[in-house]
């Protein structure tokens, strides 16, 4: 499942607008990887932890040759899968259950639920208070003269050429050297007798 597949499985369970969650989860990222990168663990209980782990510097053994090799210290991001997800995982009974047409998507059951909250979304027709009217005066209209139209100077096109095209010319291809080879003698036969 990758990121567009999440949302529109998350839009579809919870009922909500593709955008809406798109923003929701976008905002989760954003505000997971700021705290994270300052230092601080960010605990989704029953689900994942996120950390920041600083490594010293270290001597490690080349696999190959057995020899020392010297690594750098380094910074790494752990996510850490909790012991309620663990379970879950290995125990599929156990998890929840999605809404029919959730996973994969339906694009029916989207269709079916951006209806439906277009549909709530449409307020009944509310009548206003109505309001004491009360006469103003309006100003004078000021009467503008109208001026003619002046007309933009013509624009004369100057054709420009093409640059020319350069031709490249084909040299010969270098013909490799040819290699011959030298027949080498069998060695010769032993005649042997037995006595």
């Known amino acids: 499942m990758n990121r567009r597949e999440l949302i529109r499985a998350v839009a579809a369970q919870t009922a909500q ?3 809406e969650v798109e923003s929701v989860i976008a905002g989760l990222t954003d505000v997971v990887t700021a ?3 300052k230092g601080e663990p960010v605990v989704i209980q029953g689900f994942v932890k996120f950390t920041k782990i600083n490594r010293a510097a270290r001597i490690g053994r080349n696999p190959q040759t057995g020899e ?6 380094k910074t790494v991001a752990k996510a850490t899968a909790m012991k309620a997800f663990r379970d879950t995982v290995m125990a ?3 998890a929840p259950r999605l809404s029919r047409g959730v996973w994969p998507t339906s694009p029916e059951l989207l269709a079916q639920q951006a209806g439906s909250r277009k ?3 449409k307020p009944a027709a509310v009548k206003a208070p109505a309001r004491p009217a009360v006469a103003k005066k309006a100003p004078a209209k000021k009467v503008a003269t109208r001026q003619p139209a002046k007309k933009a100077p013509v624009r004369k096109a100057v054709a420009k050429k093409a640059p020319a095209k350069k031709v490249a010319t084909r040299q010969p291809a270098k013909k490799a050297p040819v290699r ?3 027949a080498k003698k069998a060695p010769a036969a032993r005649a042997t007798s037995r006595r």
């Open 119 to 121: 549909e709530a979304a």
């Open 17 to 19: 607008d593709i955008k």
């Open 35 to 37: 705290v994270v990168a």
């Open 68 to 73: 020392p090799v010297k690594i750098k210290a």
């Open 92 to 94: 599929p009974s156990s």
């Open 180 to 182: 011959r080879a030298v």
